[in-house]
């Protein structure tokens, strides 16, 4: 028997070209980032800004701030060492007092939220409402 030849075949070389490719790509990218409307978080919050009043008169003492300090294990308020207990009866007599009395709450970066919310809950129970919350250093 004669010996069968086989025909090579020669390899087809397919090429994409990826110039044209690499050009739609970016002017889609240019398109969704010049189209893209982001969202402004900061315009959406709510934010108590009191109006300007009658300034106090002459021998009037201003009111005076509660202030509450929340760090990792403990509470102090107006410079004295509390529990969360006597702390919601002084706020309650507080409140008695007046209601419209500011109460400013000074967090510990180390504290936990869980504190801040009770002392919230707290003020809420009593109906002290002007309330600012900063974090101390």
Do not use: W
Request: aromatic letters at 4%; charged letters at 25%.
């Amino acid at each position: 028997m004669a010996a069968k030849k086989r025909k090579r075949r020669e390899a087809v070389t397919c090429e994409i070209q990826m110039t044209p490719m690499i050009d739609v790509v970016f002017q889609l990218l240019i398109y969704f980032i010049v189209t893209i409307k982001p969202i402004d978080v900061a315009a959406h919050l709510d934010v108590f800004r009191p109006a300007a009043g009658q300034p106090p008169k002459e021998g009037e003492e201003p009111p005076k701030m509660i202030q509450i300090q929340v760090f990792q294990g403990a509470l102090i308020m107006n410079d004295r060492s509390v529990t969360l207990e006597t702390m919601s009866e002084i706020l309650e007599k507080l409140a008695s007092l007046s209601k419209t009395q500011t109460v400013m709450i000074q967090c510990a970066r180390d504290s936990k939220h869980d504190m801040l919310i009770k002392v919230l809950d707290r003020c809420a129970k009593v109906g002290l409402s002007n309330l600012s919350v900063v974090t101390m250093n």
